[in-house]
């Protein structure tokens, strides 16, 4: 591979051009999160509104995807200045839509500008078409991606879809972008960014087969993967149950966030669990394209209340958190259709029941009357009559509707969880950087404190999955109470690590199987043909770790933090009983912050040279 | 009174200006319903796009609305072309938005054109202000009217709002127009007209007093209504159970259409009566302004799923026929709930009713096979998971959303209950002229057939109220299964007197209890000053129901007709059982074409002539 083919369309002139990224910059960044982030840094002017036409999107694939089936390499990242954050906004996305960018002609695509009208655009094997959305705007993404093929007369196997839903087009800061039914770059709001440029939806379609450079090499890579993975128990955990096979898992340690964090242990964990799921409603798994794993769920319900399309997407583990246990709902066939219309109008799971939490927790303080009189009064008028009470899943499925429309309530939860919180007066938010946290309560396992309170987009589970060494062992069993400088360490290589990872781009599943960074070197060398190391793959994965970091520093990063909950309030229940995450952020960061050559979170001159930043010394300086 | 003050407002210029209708005018068409229908007529063109800048919206008080309080004068009448059945379409409305307007300085509104961008208008003293609505645009009415109210600083007792949903924004044929939380000028679609013209609301207010020519027998005419209404039992019925003291009384006689119209009794009738609502939900009844009857409900509910605001509007007799024993749903407080949420997204609660009911069928169909197999699959494909099932409240929830955005099976939804029934090619659907009949099965009631069939704003019980006689005893009892001319006489008559009832503006409770026109003749002599007697009120009367007809004959009147499901299929249970309607209209149609000099439902050059109105003579011509 020598160079990538970038498709930069501005949508207020609706002239498109071809550019190139040369090899250089690929050495650096790879592709995927690291050029996207990257390019993001370039090009988005500091203090943009992120919801403006100089916000641009970047989609992108990586050197490896769609290059071959059989291991991880179907993911597409997206990258745009987060409206939820204001910091750097990206997200990772299962199913098959990069690949099928790459066959088109294409290894990323810059949108930029705003369309006057509303568009959705086809790129079909270089060709690019900017269609009237006029009769999709207002709709779902299953209505718009059905729509959308008729239109152009292929079948659901032909090419790939993205979209948004209403809560995009509503400039709804949670809101997502959607991908083959309930595929996601669901956080960091970037489906407002779609929307906030009059841009429905994407299809792309094309014939072009991806270079290999050094076929014996990459064939080699892809056997390694292939054989380690193929036969793994974590790989059979997750085609058996998918991600929800956590749910139990992390009940038992305590680290299951219910009630909107006021406890770690939901007592009808069971009935919400991945098993439950396999053995009630599955119908079979599927993975992304290419892949081995198959960790999705396609699934089917029973009751008349709670209908989905049969071999529908089921939800995950982080949805199953979201509205599920945070809610102390129970109901898993009322979770997979509020899952199912979350996908349809295009809201991240996670930011929304992190939301609808903050929300029944006002709702019941109006209720005692914990809440000032004015505050409770505008919280009832704008609930319009709703009664969002813990376990109950009516008013969750009109809260879909009223956020994705920003109705009433609705108005102030599209601006995320953290901001419904501030504007009654209620500390009562998970949060770090104004993103809302996912499924790991960080005061039981300690190094997710750390993981959360560094993310450079908010609080995410992602960018470091401490997780996998404090519960699942992986490389090595910590115990997750404990609290170490030497588990500051593993969070930053893991951040590093899983930054190359998502700039190849491999699915992170991979990273549970095949741990080391040398298990995807003969991978990288074998499709670039560069003569590339496990060093130079986590010294990529650091520079962009980095470059994430000045984005933020730039545009005013909050620092590294979590909210008062996770630090102020003991967890009462489970085997973390008593705990906060305190002291693991006490004893961590600074730690953290020295592995990273940082000073107070920013980058110092000195690693910036180190990883060839010195272009961006102008914002340390 | 001698003239009319009317404010025209082109939303195209953004310009307005005052326009006055003469006294011959006026006493020709008195006002609301009758004069606009006669502006309508002459003003709209011919063959206009209901939905385009063409069509006009005809707001309107009558002489007697807002002169004293004490007897039934608050009420709105609505006129524009139908954009549900692309025929004469006019609502008449409860509240308090008449009497404002009349305080505001006009008597009446013209809105005409189309604003650019979405728009509301204030109308305060006769001051006019156009907003813009970019901030409510997509909201719900209940957020609208807090919105605004806000915006300019008054409280919910000063001056009153109209306004438009998403389904009104979005162009649903079956969308409405509401006003205080839950009056609305519900059918034909007058709430997509506004959408159309891109204006969300209407806020007035003023304190102009209506004048009152000849105060002391205005004062007698007041008088007469307050004492004969004041004591009687049918006011205190309505007072009491509201119009839902229906729900078991049209139960009994076996005429409450229940499963799509496919039986005519409700096993559960007795728990959506409104003597269950009395007793259950009931916080007060409430009137519209100056009302004694107080026919309104205002409810509460207890269950967290079917949350609404304590002392929200309850369900009319219509809703819990239409989203009730029409869908075999027995569960009053989802009913409740449902009801305000379409109020909320502004829908026809009978056309979307209607519209729910067709589709269960056609679910139920599609299940078993009997649908053809691409019309299933479309369907299901349609549906995108929501199983519409008889008796099941949540899918009909999702629903409302679904066909206020026109989504997926909403976007077929959105064209109303025949079109629906037509695109799947079914037959079932109970409707006249393209709009779906109200809550009375005209199998099991035979004037009802009539009233109907010769509605001209298409399948409606309030043209013609022929229950009055046929199952209330008003002013004599009938037997309902019975066919005879005499009844033709009685819908033609009553016909006659509703249209002058509808432009006084009075309400027509009020003829139950005070149901001679001779009533009225002191009250309509007062304001005006003419010399009328109850002769020229009926002459008025049916001036206007023959001004209406031309007005369809000149759109391409599909003519007085019931659908299939009411001619052809025998109701097969309770006291009507093996009855249709066809022997209904076979009898009663041609004795009331010869009462109206009608020819095959075409006013005649004869009694065009008698009701001096030639001018409109090119249409029959």
Same mark, same amino acid.
């Given at each position: 591979m020598t160079e990538f083919t970038l498709l930069r369309i501005n949508l207020s002139s609706g002239k498109s051009k071809d550019e190139k990224v040369d090899e250089k910059t690929l050495r650096k960044f790879l592709g995927g999160r690291g050029l996207g982030t990257y390019l993001a840094l370039k090009e988005i002017p500091r203090?943009?509104?992120? =919801?403006?036409?100089e916000n641009k999107l970047f989609i992108m694939s990586g050197?490896?995807?769609? /290059?071959?089936?059989?291991?991880?390499?179907g993911r597409t990242h997206v990258v745009a200045?987060?409206? +939820?954050?204001? +910091?750097i906004g990206e997200s990772n996305m299962g199913g098959r839509f990069a690949p099928w960018m790459r066959f088109s002609g294409y290894d990323g695509l810059i949108i930029e500008g705003k369309s006057e009208e509303p568009v959705w655009i086809s790129i079909v094997n270089s060709e690019i078409t900017i269609h009237s959305a006029k009769d999709i705007w207002g709709r779902g993404t299953h209505y718009t991606e059905h729509y959308i093929r008729k239109k152009l007369g292929v079948?659901? !196997?032909e090419g790939a879809v993205l979209a948004i839903g209403p809560a995009g087009e509503n400039k709804v800061r949670l809101a997502n972008i959607i991908h083959a039914g309930g595929r996601a770059a669901g956080r960091t709001g970037l489906g407002a960014v779609m929307g906030s440029k009059n841009l429905k939806a994407i299809y792309v379609y094309g014939e072009r087969k991806p270079e290999i450079v050094d076929k014996e090499r990459f064939e080699k890579g892809v056997k390694l993967l292939k054989e380690k993975i193929g036969n793994h128990p974590v790989r059979k955990a997750l085609n058996n149950?998918? /991600?929800? %096979?956590l749910v139990n898992i992390i009940n038992e340690i305590g680290a299951l966030p219910t009630k909107n964090w006021t406890?770690?242990?939901?007592?009808?964990a069971e009935e919400i669990s991945g098993e439950k799921m396999a053995e009630k409603y599955l119908v079979k798994s599927r993975g992304c394209?290419? $892949?081995?794993?198959? $960790?999705g769920r396609l699934v089917k319900t029973y009751s008349p209340e709670w209908g989905v399309p049969e071999g529908s997407k089921g939800p995950e583990y982080e949805t199953i958190f979201a509205i599920g246990s945070n809610l102390e709902l129970s109901n898993l066939e009322a979770i997979i259709r509020l899952n199912h219309v979350l996908n349809d109008v295009g809201m991240d799971t996670i930011e929304f029941g992190n939301t609808v939490a903050v929300l029944m927790e006002l709702y019941e303080r109006a209720q005692k009357g914990e809440l000032p009189q004015d505050k409770a009064e505008e919280l009832f008028k704008l609930l319009d009559g709703l009664r969002p009470i813990w376990g109950t899943p009516n008013p969750v499925l009109e809260l879909i509707y009223k956020v994705a429309t920003r109705d009433g309530i609705g108005e102030y939860m599209a601006e995320g969880a953290k901001r419904l919180a501030e504007r009654f007066g209620c500390n009562c938010v998970a949060e770090a950087r104004g993103m809302s946290l996912p499924a790991y309560d960080p005061r039981a396992i300690k190094s997710m404190a750390l993981a959360y309170a560094t993310a450079n987009r908010g609080g995410?589970? +992602?960018?470091?999955?401490?997780v996998s060494f404090? %519960? =699942?062992?992986?490389?090595k069993k910590t115990d997750p109470l404990e609290v170490n400088v030497e588990k500051a360490k593993m969070v930053k290589e893991q951040q590093d690590f899983f930054a190359a990872i998502d700039s190849m781009i491999v699915? !992170?599943?991979?990273t549970f199987m095949t741990p080391s960074p040398e298990d995807y070197v003969d991978l990288l060398a074998g499709v670039t043909g560069w003569d590339v190391t496990a060093e130079e793959i986590m010294k990529i994965g650091e520079r962009i770790y980095n470059v994430e970091r000045l984005f933020n520093v730039r545009e005013g990063d909050p620092g590294d933090y979590l909210s008062r909950r996770l630090i102020e309030?003991?967890?009462?229940?489970?085997?973390?009983?008593?705990?906060?995450a305190k002291d693991a952020l006490e004893v961590m960061l600074p730690a953290y912050y020295e592995y990273r050559k940082w000073e107070n979170g920013i980058p110092s001159k000195e690693i910036l040279r180190e990883l060839d =930043?010195?272009?961006?010394e102008y914002i340390i300086a």
């Open positions: 203090n943009a509104d992120a =919801l403006g036409p050197p490896v995807t769609g /290059t071959a089936e059989g291991f991880e390499a200045k987060s409206p +939820l954050t204001g +910091l079948t659901p !196997k149950y998918g /991600t929800a %096979v406890k770690g242990t939901f007592e009808k394209w290419g $892949c081995q794993i198959e $960790c995410c589970h +992602l960018r470091a999955y401490a404090e %519960v =699942l062992g992986i490389p699915c !992170k599943f991979n309030e003991k967890l009462p229940d489970g085997p973390a009983a008593g705990h906060t =930043l010195q272009e961006f």
